[in-house]
């Protein structure tokens, strides 16, 4: 399994950016997607979470700013960030876990999102 993110970039304050994680292998669609955020320094914190029913969660932070959203006929997972912050700034990691028979969890490469003041 890879997910490879991508649509990450510079962006000023209060604009929009969406970054998305497409996955490959056949478990996404029982999958649970998560995008979680790393600022250096700092702990990897979980910004929202989306599981295969199409439930969600946000992290206080974000919540009423950013959408977490799936397409499982493309196999893609999609953060819609709205009204950016400079403290948003971090890289954005996607995740895929789940448990079926067996569990699993899988990481995929940072995509870099800065937020000018």
């Known amino acids: 399994v890879q997910l490879q993110a991508s649509g990450g970039g510079l962006v000023q304050a209060g604009g929009s950016l969406r970054i998305s994680c497409e996955a490959s292998?056949?478990?996404?669609?029982?999958?649970?997607m998560n995008w979680y955020r790393q600022i250096p320094g700092k702990q990897r914190e979980l910004v929202a979470g989306i599981s295969s029913s199409g439930s969600t969660n946000y992290a206080a932070s974000v919540k009423g700013r950013f959408i977490i959203s799936r397409e499982n006929t493309k196999k893609t997972v999609y953060l819609q960030m709205n009204n950016l912050k400079p403290e948003d700034t971090a890289v954005y990691h996607c995740n895929m876990n789940g448990r079926l028979r067996g569990q699993w969890d899988y990481w995929g490469q940072g995509t870099q999102v800065t937020v000018s003041s």
């Open positions: 292998g056949s478990l996404f669609s029982v999958s649970s």
